[in-house]
């Protein structure tokens, strides 16, 4: 799966966007390698909130000095629509956000197909119910570092008995940089113009920033008007945040079920994901894989599918094709800038000991921030149509080989000549455990939250 | 066939995240949209003239829109008035944005006629659709779960089918 980006060198390019008020976590990679921790909290007090907020502040991490070797670690942080309402932020304002976010991740299930397993009736706790308000990512480079980071955070909320730590997760890398599935990940991103980042081939011509942070003008050369007030939206953004559980016992069951040899294993794993577990890209490697492109940040997405339109290198319904087509709809009318999003990934768990094909109960995934202006061309777009849908790539009603649910047989085809193969019966690989919409506002918002007057107050 | 109480409906009354707020009767994933549009005096007969000798064009672009199963105009009321009326496959609506950045031009030529349409690049687009549309009382699909894209496919493997058994004949 694709996440944030791995960074080997200081930025150099000179940045365009407001990079001082805009959170680090939107524009940057998490560290390499890295660990860190999500909370989640609940503010029964809309004083007590503003009053967290105020000491938080100045933790919070801005894009522009996110990762000074000074820092033991950085602090992002978001808010649901429920969490806006506890601190007390104006009707009109609230009133102003998009009907997804208000309505919250949870409700708009039936569009991204959150159904079966998925359903957020079998979501964990606090995910899908009103008691999610604030959400906060801690990230830093080793465990001493997190501690320090996690030890401010706790004294933000000291002496505020009407602030709750309701949920907390850590994360860290797992060996060589590879998700629960054994593939590596954090290897694209789309490159947001002006953001000052580095620039790889194959990143793609520049997106507009307004795609992706309020304040700027986007794909269509519109400048967000809402939400109001502009000090709120300046700056901000929003994101999905999305509690995955991988499957990898059953994933690499299925492989040796429908593979002849461990090589055919490889192969077919690779074809499901687009890429070799090393992060080489089957279009530009499509029979083995090859590790050094895997690790060569100049060559390892550079490519499009310009030479690949009958998918015989990487099938139409490969994850990284279906999720960034890049090229691939280039004979349709699909604005692909419309539908992107800034991936930012972290795995928590264990990994299964290598050769094990059954599972251990224990809890393994990802946590991705899937991050953009527009939520509902964004991830809901590509969630509903690209993820769970195959019509645009002419295969039907077939799903995301890695990603899908769907609640029949779950097919995956390969184009081949002189006959495409179409394996039958996949398992769900991976399972939703939770998710929910926020808003990751600007420092200045962040201190506009925090100085709300108090008649705006809602008591409990 | 689909009538107004059983067909799934989503309100929408956001303006931030715009769509059509009437989303029409739905059978299987095939949906219908029909819009009563009144048409600038002498509206009717530029319309008449100008898509009559634009079809192809836009028989192009709709071809690549590949969700669109058909759709017509007509002129009504001594050609004030007029009825675009189409079925087209679940997915459409997530696109319309790709359209509109794509093919404004394509868009904007067949309604321009129609009085205070504000071209489909204006965040007006939607109210202005909101305002006309009108959602059927039935709708009838013959093949309520097959896109565009399928049938098109299907008519290509019948035609190699047919190629091969008449090969294999010959």
């Not at chain 1, 590596?184 to 081939?201: A, I, M, R, W």
């Not at chain 1, 087509?325 to 800038?337: G, K, S, T, W, Y």
């Amino acid at each position: 799966m694709e996440a944030a980006t791995t960074p080997t060198t200081m930025t150099k390019a000179i940045p365009t966007l407001e990079v001082s008020d805009i959170q680090a976590t939107v524009l940057r990679p998490r560290p390499s390698p890295y660990r860190g921790e999500y909370l989640i909290v609940r503010v029964d007090d809309a004083l007590q909130g503003r009053e967290m907020l105020r000491r938080v502040i100045p933790h919070v991490a801005p894009a522009d000095n996110w990762w000074a070797p000074t820092l033991p670690g950085w602090l992002a942080i978001a808010f649901t629509f429920q969490g806006l309402k506890a601190l007390g932020v104006p009707k009109a304002s609230l009133d102003s956000f998009p009907q997804e976010f208000r309505e919250g991740m949870a409700a708009r299930a039936s569009i991204l197909n959150d159904i079966g397993n998925n359903a957020p009736s079998n979501w964990e706790y606090p995910f899908g119910t009103t008691d999610m308000h604030v959400a906060l990512a801690v990230y830093a480079k080793d465990e001493q570092s997190l501690e320090t980071v996690l030890e401010r955070a706790r004294l933000s909320r000291q002496d505020l008995p009407k602030i709750s730590v309701i949920y907390r997760l850590k994360f860290s890398e797992l060996p060589g940089g590879r998700n629960p599935f054994g593939f590596k990940d954090g290897l694209h991103n789309p490159h947001v113009e002006g953001s000052g980042e580095d620039v790889h081939p194959g990143y793609g011509p520049a997106i507009k920033a307004g795609e992706f942070v309020m304040g700027y003008p986007d794909e269509l050369g519109e400048t967000a008007t809402s939400p109001e007030p502009e000090v709120l939206r300046r700056n901000g953004t929003f994101l999905a945040f999305r509690k995955f559980h991988t499957r990898v016992a059953a994933f690499r069951k299925y492989l040796r079920e429908q593979a002849s040899s461990p090589e055919e294993e490889e192969l077919i794993a690779a074809k499901m994901v687009g890429r070799w577990r090393s992060g080489a890209p089957l279009v530009l490697a499509p029979t083995s894989d090859d590790p050094s492109l895997g690790a060569d940040l100049d060559r390892n997405n550079a490519f499009n599918y310009e030479d690949d339109m009958k998918g015989l290198k990487c099938p139409f319904s490969a994850h990284i094709r279906r999720v960034s087509p890049r090229d691939a709809l280039r004979n349709e009318i699909v604005a692909v800038n419309l539908h992107q999003f800034l991936r930012r990934g972290t795995n928590y768990g264990q990994p299964l000991p290598e050769g094990e094909l059954e599972e251990d109960d224990a809890e393994r995934g990802g946590v991705f921030l899937l991050i953009g202006a527009h939520l509902k061309q964004q991830f809901e777009f590509v969630q509903s149509q690209w993820v769970t849908n195959g019509d645009f790539i002419n295969q039907g009603t077939e799903q995301d080989p890695m990603i899908g649910n769907s609640q029949v047989d779950r097919t995956f085809t390969i184009p081949k000549l002189p006959i495409r193969r179409r394996l039958h019966g996949l398992p769900q690989f991976v399972d939703v455990r939770g998710g929910e919409y926020c808003f990751m506002p600007g420092i200045r918002a962040l201190k506009w939250l925090a100085s709300l007057a108090t008649e705006n107050t809602v008591t409990k | 066939m689909a009538t107004k109480t059983e067909a799934t409906r989503e309100t929408r009354t956001d303006s931030s995240a715009p769509g059509m707020r009437n989303q029409g009767l739905v059978s299987g994933q095939a949906h219908e949209f029909a819009i009563i549009l009144p048409l600038k005096p002498g509206g009717g007969k530029r319309m008449r003239d100008r898509l009559t000798d634009s079809v192809t064009a836009g028989t192009q672009a709709l071809d690549k829109m590949g969700t669109l199963h058909d759709l017509r105009f007509v002129l009504f009321d001594n050609d004030t008035r007029v009825i675009f009326a189409s079925t087209y496959d679940g997915g459409f609506e997530q696109y319309i944005k790709d359209f509109a950045t794509l093919v404004p031009d394509l868009i904007d030529n067949e309604f321009q006629d129609c009085e205070g349409y504000p071209g489909v690049r204006s965040p007006q687009i939607w109210n202005y659709i909101a305002q006309y549309q009108s959602e059927a009382i039935v709708f009838y699909s013959a093949y309520p779960n097959v896109t565009v894209k399928q049938v098109w496919k299907g008519q290509r493997v019948l035609k190699a089918f047919e190629e091969l058994l008449d090969e294999a004949s010959s």
